[in-house]
Every structure is written in structure tokens, then in C-alpha cells.
């Protein structure tokens, strides 16, 4: 039986990926499950001492307990803080697919599930032209897509499933990330609603705003928790 994986993706930068990720590594984690992480590529990272360090990265080891290397977890990281094939060009790298699914399905094989953390949206340039969405078929992942609940969540998230279907990815779910207080924004409280009707996908959990974005203490229920392990 093929472990569960996931592959979490948003609908833009800033989104909230790296806080979803973390709640639901968490809540696997408290569920007894060993979790397995990766952020493949990240970009942005500041130099402490003279280590290039990931802060997603260490954020997702931390959340899902897991003992695999950070090396193994984030194989790429670079400075710039641009789309993961423009940094890596920048820094004079290559990113090769073949080590990141190498590096996916040992961790797979070590762990009862995993998820894997994009950079950007779908369409980011991962490698020399290839993207994120071609990254999560290469690794077979199906994705978690994370949407901001804001004023053009609609709009945003209908575009990301319908370029995840006409590229052949399988979509497990949406969750709804409240990643700024924007109490006095109207579309907060009809996006959900709107969005699982035009999309026909669902919105698995909404995470409430935390002003610690990405170390909320928020749990998954044990009813999503099973939802997420069974579709």
C-alpha cells in the first residue's frame, strides 16, 4: 500500500503554505503518525554565520518531530529571494528533479506520510523549464492547495485548479488560510462558501488568523485528521 503524500502548493506567495503545513504535520504527529517533511527548494534564506539557513525548512522538522537531516529535508536553498529556477541560476545551480524524488521517496519509505512544501504556486519556475505543478506530478504527490482568505481568493483559487486539472494533478483539497487580520473585509465570509461551489472542490479546514503565523497552536480535529488520511 503506497503511503499517503501530499504535496501543498498556494494560490500565490505569502499565502500561508509553510503555516498550513506545519498544522498539518502537527496534528499527524499527535495522531501517532511518523511524519515525513520536505521544502525541496526554498529561496529568501538569510546567512547566519556563513550557513545558508531555511527557515521553512526547520519549521516543518520542528513541527513534524521528524529525525531526517535538514539536508535531506531542503536538498536547495539560496539567498535571493526570487522563483527557485531564477535563484538557482543567480547562485550558478542546478536543481535536478531526479535527486529531489530520490531524496521524496527515501523519506517516504521512512515515514507513514509526508508532505512536501512548493515554492510559490504552481506555475513557478522550479527548474530549467519545468514548474512546481510539473515537480508534483514528477513526484507523483497529489496536492493541498492553499488559499488566502481575502478579497480575490475566488479568482485565485479557481485559476489553481483548473491549471492543477489540465496538467493531470490530482487535488485532495483546499484549505482556506487566514493570514492577516483583515476583520473589515467582507469576502472572508462568503469566500469558502463560494469557492468549494464554483471549484467543486473541498475546503478541508480554515485556519484562523494567529499573529504567530507560523507557530499556531491549532490542531486539526481528529475528524479532519481521518477526512485528510482517507480521500
Known amino acids: 500500500m503506497t503511503k499517503p503524500a501530499f504535496f501543498i502548493t498556494g494560490t500565490d506567495t505569502n499565502v500561508g503554505k509553510t503555516q498550513a503545513a506545519c498544522l498539518i504535520a502537527k496534528s499527524f504527529r499527535d495522531a501517532g503518525l511518523r511524519v515525513g517533511v520536505m521544502k525541496p527548494v526554498e529561496t529568501g534564506c538569510p546567512v547566519i554565520g ?3 539557513i531555511p527557515q521553512d525548512a526547520l519549521k516543518l522538522k520542528e513541527a513534524s518531530g521528524t529525525e531526517a537531516e535538514l539536508d535531506l529535508i531542503n536538498p536547495y536553498r539560496f539567498t535571493a529571494p526570487l ?3 531564477l535563484a538557482a541560476r543567480l547562485f ?3 536543481i535536478d528533479f531526479n ?3 530520490d531524496i521524496f521517496v527515501g523519506l517516504q519509505a521512512a515515514h507513514d506520510v509526508i508532505l512536501v512544501e512548493g515554492a510559490g504556486g504552481l506555475l513557478a519556475p522550479a527548474a530549467e523549464g519545468r514548474s512546481m505543478a510539473e515537480l508534483a506530478l514528477f513526484l507523483g504527490a497529489p496536492l493541498l492547495i492553499v488559499s488566502a482568505n481575502r478579497l480575490g481568493t475566488i479568482n485565485h483559487t479557481l485559476l489553481t485548479v483548473s491549471c492543477a486539472r489540465q496538467m493531470g494533478l490530482a487535488i485532495k483539497g483546499i484549505i482556506l488560510n487566514n493570514p492577516v487580520d483583515s476583520g473589515n473585509d467582507l469576502s472572508r465570509e462568503h469566500n469558502r ?4 461551489k464554483l471549484s467543486g472542490v473541498p475546503v478541508l479546514v480554515e485556519i484562523p488568523y494567529s499573529p504567530a503565523l507560523a507557530n499556531t497552536p491549532m490542531r486539526l480535529k481528529n475528524e479532519e485528521v481521518e477526512k485528510l488520511l482517507s480521500i
Open 50 to 52: 556563513e550557513k545558508i
Open 83 to 85: 522563483a527557485p529556477d
Open 92 to 94: 550558478k545551480a542546478t
Open 99 to 101: 535527486r529531489i524524488r
Open 193 to 196: 462558501e463560494h469557492i468549494e
